[in-house]
C-alpha cells in the first residue's frame, strides 16, 4: 500500500466552483503535512500547511483528521491560474533522528473558463 | 543568485554511462534532497542527506550514489546509467526537519534520458 494516497483525477472545474481533494496516509507515526502544489514542468512549491486546528490561506483551506490519517484540501471561487497538479505530502520520522517528505502522486486540476 | 540550482537541466547519455546531477543551494540547509518522479509513480526519494558528510538511503537507491562534502552541494551519480533512470530528477533542500512544518525547497529538475 502506497503510503499517501490521492484520487489522481483530473478534476475538470469551471471558474468560480469550489472544489476539495482528499488525501489518506497510512503511517500513524506521521509528523507533519503539507500541500504542494506542482505546475506542468516545473518544480513542487508549498501551498500550505496543515493543522490538526485546520488552517485557511485566502481562498484554500486545509484540514487534517489525524484519527482517519485524512486531509483535505478546499478550494473556492476557483481561478484559471489555479490549474496545476496538488500534491499531498507528509513528513514521517523514520527513526534515528531521521525524517522523510513522502509525496502523493497528486490531483490534477484544470479550471475551464 | 540566492536559491537552490539544478546542472545540467537537460542531458542524455548512453545507457552504461556515468553521469552526474550538481545540486547547489546557498542558503547553508542542513537537508538536502533527491527526487525523481515519472509518470505513475509522483515523487519518490532516492537519498538525502542530514548534513554534510551524513547521508542516508531514500525509497529507490539503487543504481544511486550520493556524497555531500560540503553543506551547500549535493551531487548525485548514475554510476552506469540504465533506461529505467529515463526521469526527471529535483533536488531539494530544507532548513531544518522535524517535528515543525518545515518548508522543502526545490530546485528547478533535470531531465535526463537514457537511450
Known amino acids: 500500500r502506497k503510503e499517501v494516497e490521492q484520487d489522481p483525477g483530473p478534476f475538470n472545474v469551471p471558474e468560480g466552483a469550489t472544489v476539495a481533494f482528499n488525501c489518506t496516509y497510512s503511517?500513524?507515526?506521521?509528523?507533519?503535512f503539507f500541500w504542494y502544489r506542482q505546475d506542468c514542468r516545473k518544480e513542487p512549491k508549498l501551498l500550505m500547511s496543515?493543522?490538526?486546528s485546520g488552517n485557511e490561506d485566502g481562498r484554500f483551506t486545509a484540514q487534517l483528521n489525524r484519527a482517519s490519517q485524512y486531509i483535505s484540501l478546499l478550494i473556492r471561487d476557483s481561478k484559471l491560474s489555479d490549474s496545476a497538479t496538488y500534491l499531498c505530502?507528509?513528513?514521517?520520522?523514520?527513526?534515528?533522528?531521521?525524517?522523510?517528505?513522502?509525496f502523493g502522486k497528486g490531483t490534477k486540476l484544470s479550471v475551464i473558463p | 543568485d540566492a536559491g537552490i540550482t539544478q546542472s545540467p537541466r537537460y542531458k542524455i547519455t548512453e545507457t552504461g554511462r556515468q553521469v552526474t546531477l550538481m545540486c547547489h543551494q546557498t542558503?547553508?540547509?542542513?537537508?538536502m534532497f533527491w527526487y525523481r518522479q515519472d509518470l505513475g509513480h509522483g515523487l519518490r526519494l532516492i537519498y538525502y542527506?542530514?548534513?554534510?558528510?551524513?547521508?542516508d538511503k531514500g525509497e529507490v537507491p539503487d543504481g544511486y550514489v550520493v556524497s555531500r562534502s560540503k553543506t551547500e552541494n549535493f551531487p548525485l551519480t548514475l554510476e552506469s546509467a540504465t533506461r529505467s533512470q529515463t526521469s526527471v530528477y529535483f533536488c531539494?533542500?530544507?532548513?531544518?526537519f522535524g517535528r515543525g512544518n518545515t518548508e522543502a525547497f526545490f530546485g528547478q529538475g533535470t531531465r535526463l534520458t537514457v537511450v
Open positions: 531539494a533542500s530544507s532548513e531544518t
Open positions: 503511517n500513524s507515526a506521521s509528523q507533519s
Open positions: 496543515v493543522y490538526s
Open positions: 505530502v507528509v513528513n514521517l520520522y523514520s527513526g534515528a533522528g531521521s525524517y522523510q517528505l513522502t
Open positions: 542527506s542530514a548534513a554534510a558528510d551524513i547521508t
Open positions: 542558503w547553508s540547509h542542513s537537508y
